[in-house]
């Protein structure tokens, strides 16, 4: 079989990078190694920035995104049961949508299929060649069968843990990372939400974040070790401790049942080139952030608005710039958004570590937030997303 760009993943990163190609007239074939029951139904992030509401919207993806989807005008940060709002209309007229992540990949699945895009679920042995090549292939395995698919470029939108990254040939790429001394426990409980914006808490017991999915189902987290054992926290536990690190007079946190929980440990990653011949990678296969600035799946969206035009101009135009330059345009949104993941985990969380003197600057660096005008739109304009090029 041969396209014209073979993906490697049906994430968001991937669905996306197929469905703007599409609208482009350029073919491409996905490969996904889960069945489309799984990856439709994966719960991940659920706030994207106002610059990727538009990309969804522009490329006729985001109606279902516009209906059911959760405008929020601002975030609430709570410290020691004290809020301070940081409004994001007033501050950048923009504002962001809580909307799952797997209602966007069912969203980009529906419209590629549609327009009889050609996804192959359960993808197995998956495997990269020639990349470094003027004729790049992939290999794997369906329905018992081999199969070779060639390509002019190779998307590698396959996750940290994907085979793409790990088959660029030693020494050509440079690891930047960082691990957190602490995770986040998270659940999914069927309870409507106790505030309509998110609630970021700073307490001495620990960070916690109120979120949301939908108007009746809440998603709840709490700081805690990154090796904790989730078999230790029952459905009491948790929603005692989330009672305890939300408080605030005139607050009720509702309790409902509790659907899903794990536990996530925080890490920064980037690695550097994002690209290695006719191979690019895209989200989290080159890139991590800590969820606590709500960036990883606003980053792929970026790498791929940035890799669809640089491929536009080449297969178009004949124009490589785009291409060549691709690693560099995304990297510089990448670290902005790694600097504002790192200045709000490291804002908002408890570190054993920690002396007296740098409890007393992490309150100090909140005061100053809640008094600078100047300080609160910094925080607002990273939140509602930066250009998608920077």
């Known amino acids: 079989m041969r396209t014209q760009i073979g993906i ?19 073919d491409s074939v996905v490969l ?21 509401q538009h990309l969804l919207i522009d490329s006729n993806v985001g109606a279902r995104m516009q209906a059911e989807g959760l405008p929020h005008n601002g975030i ?7 809020d301070h709002r940081i409004d994001f209309k007033a501050l950048t007229g923009k504002h962001v949508m809580v909307y799952s992540q797997h209602n966007v990949v069912q969203d980009l699945i529906a419209a590629r299929l549609a327009a009889e895009g050609h996804i192959v679920f359960e993808a197995a042995n998956v495997s990269v060649h020639g990349f470094q090549s003027d004729a ?30 790990d088959s660029i040939p030693a020494g050509v790429l440079r690891v930047f990372e960082r691990d957190y001394p602490f995770g986040w426990l998270g659940i999914l409980a069927d309870t409507p939400p106790a505030s309509e914006e998110l609630i970021y808490s700073s307490h001495s017991r620990g960070f916690a974040l109120l979120s949301m999915r939908s108007p009746t189902v809440s998603r709840l987290y709490l700081q805690c070790a990154p090796d904790e054992d989730i078999e230790t926290w029952s459905d009491d536990r948790i929603w005692a401790e989330l009672q305890t690190r939300l408080s605030r007079e005139g607050f009720a946190l509702t309790e409902g049942a509790i659907t899903q929980k794990g536990v996530t440990q925080m890490r920064s990653f980037v690695v550097e080139p994002m690209q290695c011949g006719r191979l690019f990678l895209l989200g989290d296969a080159a890139h991590i952030v ?4 709500a960036k990883g799946l606003n980053l792929a969206a970026a790498d791929v608005a940035v890799l669809t035009r640089a491929l536009v101009a080449w297969l178009r135009h004949g124009n490589t710039d785009g291409l060549n330059a691709y690693s560099e345009t995304v990297l510089r ?3 902005k958004a790694q600097r504002f993941s790192w200045w709000m985990t490291s804002l908002l969380h408890r570190f054993a570590s920690h002396t007296p003197f740098e409890h007393r600057v992490q309150r100090a660096e909140l005061d100053f937030l809640f008094s600078s005008s100047s300080a609160s739109t910094a925080l607002a304009e990273n939140y509602v997303g930066l250009p998608l090029v920077v």
């Not at 996904?32 to 990727?52: F, K, Q, T």
């Not at 390509?151 to 939108?157: D, L």
């Not at 800590?290 to 600035?293: F, H, I």
């Open 32 to 52: 996904e190694a889960r069945s489309r029951e799984y990856v439709e139904n994966r719960i991940r992030a659920g706030v994207l920035e106002y610059p990727v």
């Open 333 to 335: 949104r990448v670290w």
């Open 290 to 293: 800590p969820p606590t600035g």
């Open 8 to 26: 490697v993943g049906a994430g968001p990163a991937g669905l996306l990078l197929s469905h703007l190609l599409h609208l482009n007239g350029i």
């Open 136 to 165: 790049p292939y992939i290999l794997y395995e369906h329905d018992g069968c081999q199969h070779r698919l060639d390509c002019a470029i190779i998307a590698g939108c396959d996750g940290y843990h994907g085979v793409c990254r």
């Open 76 to 82: 609430k940060l709570r410290v020691e049961g004290q």
